[in-house]
């Protein structure tokens, strides 16, 4: 069983910054993708960014250039840079830990965003 935790929720002002951060505990398979993914209000969930355990790293168009995400296998820890934040990027944001070789998957319980002008 994996159990994830995430942090570094909160409220900001258009064009502020924040670091989410995720960390995975439990027995973990040592090839996994880790990533963060979002859901506002009426909407469906959607992936952000996932990074591999080798550092390969996958974005939505509409987070390039601004979000960052990286990971710490050693911590089994993943986090995500977000800059030049939107109100568009308002959203509660659930990490996700999942594995390329099984079904496996498992989910943070979510950590909310909000961007005001």
């Known amino acids: 069983q994996v159990q994830l935790v995430e942090s570094g929720g909160g409220s900001v002002q258009t064009g502020g910054s924040l670091r989410l951060s995720c960390a995975a505990s439990g027995t973990i398979f040592n090839i996994n993708i880790m990533g963060w993914y979002r859901q506002a209000p009426g909407k469906q969930r959607e992936l952000v960014a996932d990074?591999?355990?080798?550092?390969?790293?996958n974005y939505a168009d509409s987070v390039k250039g601004r979000f960052t995400i990286s990971r710490d296998n050693a911590k089994n820890t993943v986090y995500l840079q977000m800059n030049s934040l939107k109100a568009e990027d308002t959203a509660v944001y659930y990490c996700?830990?999942?594995?390329?070789?099984?079904?496996?998957?498992?989910w943070g319980q979510g950590t909310q965003v909000t961007v005001s002008s």
């Open positions: 990074i591999t355990t080798g550092g390969s790293r």
């Open positions: 996700n830990l999942r594995y390329t070789v099984s079904s496996f998957t498992s």
